[in-house]
């Protein structure tokens, strides 16, 4: 399995804005489809975001026009930028990278939306 490392959850209000970083070591980073997903509790582990190493995005309904998902190869990094967030996006998110070798996972990162 391969290693991803997450940060920038937290606590914000609703409203507010928040940026989610997840770094992979090596090469196979490029090659890649890199992921955001989340699972509040009772609920099932969503997908919130995608990216392909084309740079071809897709996202979950809800989502859609408050969050943007990027990355960087040369960093070997993934980004989810959160805006006009709401207290349903309260989850522990995670990072995933796909392709044909592997399916790894973050350790997840709490997110929590309230005032």
């Known amino acids: 399995q391969v290693q991803l490392v997450e940060s920038g959850g937290g606590l914000v209000q609703p409203g507010g804005s928040l940026r989610l970083s997840c770094t992979a070591p090596?090469?196979?980073?490029?090659?890649?489809?890199m992921g955001w997903y989340r699972q509040a509790p009772g609920k099932q582990r969503e997908l919130v975001a995608s990216i392909t190493s084309g740079g071809i995005t897709n996202y979950e309904d809800s989502v859609k026009g408050r969050f943007t998902i990027s990355r960087d190869n040369a960093k070997k990094s993934v980004y989810l930028q959160m805006n006009r967030m709401k207290p349903e996006d309260t989850a522990v998110y995670f990072c995933?990278?796909?392709?044909?070798?592997?399916?790894?996972w973050g350790q997840g990162t709490q997110v929590t939306v309230s005032s």
């Open positions: 090596g090469s196979i980073f490029r090659i890649s489809i």
């Open positions: 995933n990278l796909r392709n044909v070798v592997y399916n790894s």
